[in-house]
């Protein structure tokens, strides 16, 4: 029932008719040379694999793009219903698994019981290996109720709702949702959900936002460093520098206020 809504807040349903094929996971074991371990993983959690939705320049308005990099002439929504709840690495290996399978973008949502996870990535071509891609960074959602008055969440279903992602090529609305998708990643440090599409708006708001996560990072080690530390002095030092720390980091906060 949640992927169904999923679909339908998106305005997929209003488009398209759901082709809804299941695909067989031999295809993924074989594709992704999974080890004995990974393919009784995915036996196991999964339930079903299924191809929902496939877009192509024949069934809706969007224009293919390919250049010596990228080559996105469709797009594909793959639903993983799973059987039972399970740790966010099982969820990683799968999503890997199944992305790096297949040449084409791929939307995954996954979903147990009323929740979905939807993971996006990036995928270029292989300039090395013929009929083959490169992943980039993977995102994910964390697991979300589609139907919950969750302010982050419609915010994020307004993101890729298709009346606001671009419909120049497959490339850009692809984009246009992977970056909805991340969004969710930086809620942590951005301390809210959005969506910033201006490209050099974008770029200021991802660095600040890596730069954040180093200091975030930093952080946590002065902090164990103060507790291990039993020298008077050498704490104090630490004590400093974990002020000048958290000094940065409310200077790049107050940055990111002002980036709209």
Not at 90 to 100: A, F, R
Not at 111 to 135: A, G, H, I
Not at 169 to 174: A, G, K, L
């Amino acid at each position: 029932m949640s992927v169904a809504v999923f679909f339908q807040r998106m305005g997929l349903v209003q488009r398209l008719q759901p082709i809804q094929k299941k695909l067989d996971k031999k295809m993924f074991y074989e594709n992704a040379k999974l080890n004995r371990s990974e393919k009784t993983v995915i036996s196991n959690v999964i339930e079903r694999i299924e191809l929902t939705y496939l877009l192509t320049p024949s069934n809706i308005n969007i224009q293919p793009f390919k250049n010596e990099e990228y080559q996105y002439e469709g797009m594909m929504f793959i639903t993983v219903r799973l059987r039972e709840s399970i740790q966010a690495k099982k969820i990683s290996m799968i999503e890997k698994v199944i992305h790096g399978s297949l040449p084409n973008p791929v939307v995954l949502i996954f979903s147990f019981n009323d929740l979905l996870l939807v993971s996006t990535c990036v995928k270029r071509l292989n300039l090395v290996t013929l009929n083959s891609v490169v992943l980039e960074e993977i995102h994910q959602t964390p697991w979300i109720d589609i139907t919950d008055e969750n302010k982050n969440v419609n915010r994020f279903i307004e993101a890729i709702s298709l009346k606001n992602v671009s419909f120049t090529n497959f490339f850009d609305f692809y984009k246009d949702i992977d970056m909805a998708v991340k969004a969710f990643q930086d809620i942590d440090v951005v301390g809210l959900y959005r969506v910033i599409k201006d490209k050099e708006k974008h770029s200021n708001l991802q660095s600040i936002i890596a730069e954040m996560k180093s200091l975030e990072r930093e952080k946590n080690k002065v902090k164990a460093a103060i507790k291990k530390e039993t020298q008077f002095n050498k704490k104090v030092d630490l004590n400093i520098e974990l002020q000048k720390i958290n000094s940065k980091i409310d200077e790049l906060k107050t940055t990111l206020e002002e980036i709209r």
